[in-house]
């Protein structure tokens, strides 16, 4: 299945993510982590997109790309960002395997094409 959400501005953006948090809220089951997969060119909304998310799943903290620190962690919602990582093996070192067995964990994980091959088989993929 294949939902397209067309957003103009970052309070549209922001409000799509509201829209899946929502949905998140209402299907985890809490076997396994909740993955969302997030690809898109620099700057096309990806963070704004996990902000409103982030608010949506009741974070108040504020939502900052982890560009340069690679996981940023707010409870249970740990915000990914491979823009840097160069191979599926730097995650595997940061202990992705054991985040993504976290009953309770929600992952959001921008440039995730770059780690395709570790990403779960139930990944959320979000395109912008």
């Known amino acids: 299945m294949k939902i397209q959400f067309f957003t103009s501005n970052s309070s549209q953006t922001k409000e799509a993510g509201k829209l899946l948090a929502a949905e998140i809220l209402k299907t985890k089951s809490g076997k396994k982590a909740f993955v969302i997969g997030l690809k898109g060119d620099l700057g096309s909304g990806k963070t704004t997109f996990l902000q409103g998310l982030a608010k949506g799943l009741g974070i108040k903290n504020k939502i900052l790309s982890p560009t340069f620190i690679i996981i ?23 202990g992705f395997k054991k985040l993504i067995a976290g009953s309770k964990n929600i992952i959001a994980v921008e440039w995730a094409d770059r780690i395709r091959k570790i990403m779960p088989a139930r990944t959320i ?3 912008f």
């Open 125 to 127: 993929w979000v395109e």
């Open 72 to 94: 940023r962690r707010t409870g249970d919602f740990y915000h990914i960002d491979c823009y840097r990582i160069q191979k599926p093996q730097e995650m595997l070192a940061l």
